[in-house]
């Protein structure tokens, strides 16, 4: 397996041998293992999930007033730093429209609940429900998204976290989207309020022996194996950096890559090189630095904790990241 692969979007983890995953179980847990030896202490990632928080025989699914949506997340990467963050982000126009259903449901009297339907694209099922429990700060950014291409973002609390195969919803089909099946759904496409209390009681009634959180010390070994990544690619092009002298000496003595290969280009100049050398975006200006929220890997009980720093839900014991997308 290429090394690469340990980097790609995952549309499920290693719980499960599956179609559209390049890996089959045994490889999938050897990279994990890779992963964990490369960074020299697998210890930190013995991670447990309080599974008692979520998937409650009391979970309430009759309500005079709610409003259903379905995310389409494009990695199984990022729903791991939803539940372990609290928070979700979508596209722009997804951020504007759940922020403005949740401000709508807040006016409404005796409470309206908005809920979301988690499902990876390509991965021929939903991953749980969760809650908005706030609207969204479209100025709040932050680094642990699979993709960085998110921003803003909104708390959310997780209820029901369990693989659910799509076969169990095409039933359903909705009448605001041309009468497709609710399967056959983009991101942030609301679900009207008679098929999503259905889909929520489906929900909370399938049996099934498997989750996420089945998978959550895979995720936390990649979450720490990328962030690694990202900050030693960010580092080797700050300035005094042996990487970054090293293209300044080649300029200087006209050895100018090809076109194409990502090195300097001919006809370049040094005053050129801080806006060019680096393929990543605002790290010369000091953007790109990673802010190391919840470094420690905790995981919020609730939707506010992720931002208030309560208590977690991840329980460390022995142990020492929005986004969404299309199909």
């Known amino acids: 397996m290429h090394w690469d692969d340990v980097f790609s979007e995952q549309t499920r983890g290693p719980r499960t041998r599956f179609r559209n995953q390049p890996t089959s179980l045994g490889e999938a847990l050897k990279v994990n293992e890779q992963i964990l030896i490369s960074n020299g202490n697998s210890e930190a990632y013995n991670v447990t999930v309080d599974r008692e928080q979520y998937n409650s025989p009391e979970f309430v699914t009759k309500y005079k007033d709610a409003k259903f949506f379905i995310i389409k997340s494009y990695s199984e990467d990022n729903i791991h730093k939803s539940i372990k963050y609290g928070v979700w982000a979508s596209t722009p126009n997804g951020n504007k429209k759940l922020d403005a259903a949740y401000r709508e449901a807040q006016e409404k009297p005796g409470g309206c609940p908005v809920f979301l339907f988690f499902s990876v694209n390509a991965s021929g099922q939903f991953c749980g429900v969760a809650e908005m429990m706030g609207p969204v700060d479209f100025q709040r950014n932050v680094d642990y998204w699979q993709q960085d291409k998110w921003s803003g973002q909104f708390p959310?609390?997780?209820?029901?976290?369990?693989d659910v195969s799509n076969s169990q919803f095409r039933h359903i089909t909705l009448e605001n989207n041309d009468n497709k099946p609710m399967t056959n759904s983009r991101d942030t496409q609301e679900v009207e309020f008679e098929q999503g209390v259905e889909v929520l009681t489906i929900f909370k009634n399938y049996i099934c022996k498997m989750s996420i959180l089945d998978d959550f010390q895979f995720y936390e070994a990649r979450q720490k194996a990328i962030q690694e990544r990202k900050t030693k690619q960010q580092e080797s092009?700050?300035?005094?950096?042996?990487?970054?002298?090293?293209?300044?000496?080649?300029?200087?003595?006209?050895?100018?890559?090809?076109?194409?290969?990502?090195?300097?280009?001919?006809?370049?100049?040094?005053?050129d090189l801080t806006s060019t050398v680096s393929p990543l975006s605002g790290v010369l200006s000091g953007e790109g630095i990673l802010n190391n929220q919840n470094s420690e890997g905790r995981v919020p009980s609730n939707s506010g904790d992720a931002l208030k720093g309560g208590k977690p839900a991840v329980d460390k014991g022995n142990a020492n990241q929005v986004g969404s997308g299309k199909e």
């Open 156 to 162: 959310v609390k997780w209820h029901i976290i369990k």
């Open 237 to 271: 092009y700050l300035p005094g950096s042996e990487l970054l002298q090293n293209k300044f000496l080649k300029l200087k003595d006209g050895n100018a890559g090809e076109e194409g290969d990502g090195d300097i280009k001919s006809g370049q100049t040094s005053a």
